[in-house]
């Protein structure tokens, strides 16, 4: 089993960036890909960003790609997401989820977090 908490989250202008963390806690956390959901008020849980279990793989949505960057590091059970250039329409709670595979649906995760607050001001 793999308990997940985010931080990093917070409130920040068009433009400016912000690195998320999620740490885990556990043993098996190599064994695990790991993903980046966000969920805006009102709206469903959308697929950010995956990292395979050695990080030598990465898939990200379009509407992120190039401005986000998803990096893990095993030694330390952490997961990271970096934001630059963020837009307001970037606001949302961001999660990160574990799972046996790099999905693209919430579904296929089976470890998640509470979620950090990404309020980004135009």
């Known amino acids: 089993q793999v308990q997940l908490v985010e931080s990093g989250g917070g409130l920040v202008q068009a433009g400016d960036s912000l690195r998320l963390s999620c740490a885990a806690s556990?043993?098996?956390?190599?064994?695990?890909?790991m993903g980046w959901f966000r969920q805006a008020p009102g709206k469903e849980r959308d697929f950010v960003t995956s990292?395979?279990?050695?990080?030598?793989?990465?898939y990200s949505a379009d509407s992120v790609k190039g401005r986000f960057t998803i990096s893990r590091d095993n030694a330390k059970n952490t997961v990271y997401l970096q934001m630059n250039s963020l837009k307001p329409e970037d606001t949302a709670v961001y999660y990160c989820?574990?799972?046996?595979?790099?999905?693209?649906?919430?579904?296929?995760?089976?470890?998640w977090g509470q979620g950090t607050q990404v309020t980004v001001s135009s």
């Open positions: 989820a574990a799972g046996p595979r790099m999905g693209f649906s919430a579904y296929e995760y089976n470890y």
């Open positions: 556990g043993r098996t956390f190599s064994s695990y890909a």
């Open positions: 990292i395979s279990v050695s990080g030598g793989v990465t």
